[in-house]
């Protein structure tokens, strides 16, 4: 495409059919301890 | 919902729903808009009317590239996730914890949620049986979920190592019973952090936390020793053989901005030059009277430094001097499920706080609320309809949320920033919004320019 360079294309609604194991990190542990970042955070299936 | 910015010369819209990001022209940033909803196959007229500044044949080009996105379902992307985010903690488990072994300090910060160490009770340290107690509750309330999580926090968590290390061997013990897998991490201030506890910490925990504002004046200004004096000069060396005892990874120096340093870039700046390669530099919370919180006014500086950030880091990935900067930091095609991204950070349902007497709170930063006590783990008395609230709190059932083209990269925001500020956990703090949505930005900015 000439106008538009996609970086990445659509991954959350694969995400929710097998989402949601609950195994993955605390967002608030990782480093933060107020703010809520969340999409830093690895997948555990993908680790 | 499609979310279009500009950062310098570089244009990119965000497909909320789908998580997909484009890098786009001119031509197509305006086109796309024109539109709330997904547009039809044929350019309407009314299109090269109001952008008569580009030739019609691009516009027609440009167009057709959008339209062709929106069949793939990357654009204009319908959000469907709301059954799902309803559906979700129905049974919350908990599976994380922030135990209070220390509600003490050495150090007297300035801007101390904890009331400098003691939450605003008595200075008091987490006895083992009572820290014992409480890896018992996370692994009876945690059902099948095998990763727990438990930071040793304060407070300061030094002035009470020895407990820190009796827990340690309990939690690895207890988890060949239980069939469990502990990762241990510890937040602190390093004034206690000699060459013993840190070779414990390196064999035992799995990220470690380094608490340092940044310039030795702006750290020395909030972060003062128990006599008044600043904690640079004595806690700058530790911090820096702990980041380089771990090879530079798995850890954090932690940093806090208030509205006395809005150029907090300097400070990000000086940490990467002192040679850390992870940092945390973040805004502070603070009610709106305390005088060192961020004001709406100070929004377009610290936007402003959020951009220097970005233009600095990639200029040191290109010259060798790479760091990573917690907040820039995004995976956009490995990260986190959409069901994780809805449901935020758990606090008061999946991740609780202890503290030193074993009462339960719903996150490190209600301790002492007594409104959220929610048990203690003594009595075996915490009740998972008292944390239904918590539970209930997502991206759909906070209307600002619902709304926010940044949903998916935040999660929905700091519940005890929200009650601080509004006096409801589903009302997220709008200053810290602003603030988060810019980081999004800077961060997917990055991602663009380095994909050039």
Redesign the interface.
């Known amino acids: 495409m000439k106008h538009i360079k996609t970086l990445c294309g659509g991954v959350l609604k694969a995400s929710a059919a097998k989402g949601g194991c609950g195994e993955c990190q605390t967002s608030c542990q990782s480093a933060c301890k107020t703010s809520c970042t969340v999409a830093n955070q690895k997948c555990e299936k993908s680790v | 919902m499609v979310h279009t910015f500009k950062i310098k010369d570089t244009a ?2 965000v ?1 909320v ?9 001119d ?2 940033l305006d086109i796309i808009r024109q539109f709330d909803e997904k547009p039809g196959e044929d350019c309407p007229d009314w299109l090269f009317e109001r952008l008569d500044s580009y030739p019609m044949d691009e516009i027609k ?2 167009y057709d ?2 339209y ?2 929106c069949k793939a ?2 654009l204009y ?1 319908d959000d ?2 709301a059954q ?1 985010a309803a559906e ?1 903690r129905k049974q919350p ?1 908990v ?2 914890l ?1 135990l209070h072994v220390s509600h003490d300090c050495n150090l007297r910060c300035g801007y101390c949620f904890a009331g400098t160490g003691n939450f605003c009770g008595e200075r008091c340290i987490m006895s083992e049986e009572t820290g014992k107690k409480a890896i018992d509750f996370v692994i009876k309330r945690s059902g099948k ?3 727990i ?1 438990i ?1 040793f926090f304060g407070g300061e968590p030094l002035m009470n190592f020895e407990v820190v290390k009796k827990l340690t061997a309990y939690a690895r013990e207890q988890e060949k019973i239980h069939n469990k897998n502990f ?1 241990l ?1 510890l ?1 602190t201030n390093g004034v206690l952090l000699d060459e013993d506890k840190l070779d414990f910490i390196n064999e035992h925990m799995s ?1 470690l ?1 380094l608490s340092i504002d940044g310039r030795k004046s702006v750290n020395d200004h909030m972060r003062k020793t128990v006599s008044g004096e600043g904690s640079y000069d004595v806690i700058m060396p530790r911090l820096k053989r702990a980041a380089q005892s771990r090879n530079q990874d798995n850890y ?1 120096v ?1 940093g806090t901005f208030t509205r006395h340093n809005l150029d907090f870039c300097a400070d990000v700046l000086h940490l990467a030059n002192e040679g850390f390669k ?1 940092i ?1 530099v ?2 502070v ?1 603070g009610g709106a009277d305390c005088g060192y919180a961020i004001r709406e006014e100070d929004l377009p500086l610290v936007y402003d430094q959020y951009e220097q950030l970005a233009e600095e880091i990639l200029q040191r990935n290109q010259d060798g001097r790479r760091f990573n900067f ?2 820039f ?13 809805m449901s ?4 008061g349902c ?2 609780v706080a202890v503290t030193p007497e074993g009462d339960i709170y719903p ?3 209600f301790v002492g609320n007594d409104g959220f006590l929610l048990g203690n783990v003594y009595a075996d008395d915490y009740s998972a309809e008292k944390t239904q609230m918590f539970a209930d709190a997502n991206v759909y059932t906070k209307p600002k949320c619902a709304e926010c083209w940044a949903k ?7 519940h ?2 929200a009650y601080q500020f509004g006096g409801d956990i589903k009302a997220p703090y709008e200053i ?1 919004c602003a603030m ?1 949505r810019k ?2 930005e800077c ?2 900015y990055i ?2 320019k380095n ?1 050039e």
Do not use: W
């Open positions: 990119i819209a497909d729903a789908s998580g997909a990001v484009h890098v786009v022209s031509i197509a080009e440009a590239e959008v062709q996105l379902n990357l992307t469907a996730y799902i979700t488990l599976k994380a922030c979920r095998r990763n999580e930071d990762r991490t937040t990220n936390v954090y932690r992870q945390s973040e805004p919370v917690f907040h930091m995004i995976d956009l095609t490995q990260g986190p499920c959409v069901i994780k991204r935020g950070c758990g606090a999946e991740y996150c490190h930063q998916f990269y935040c999660s929905g925001g700091c005890a920033n810290g988060e980081r999004v961060a997917l991602k663009a994909a």
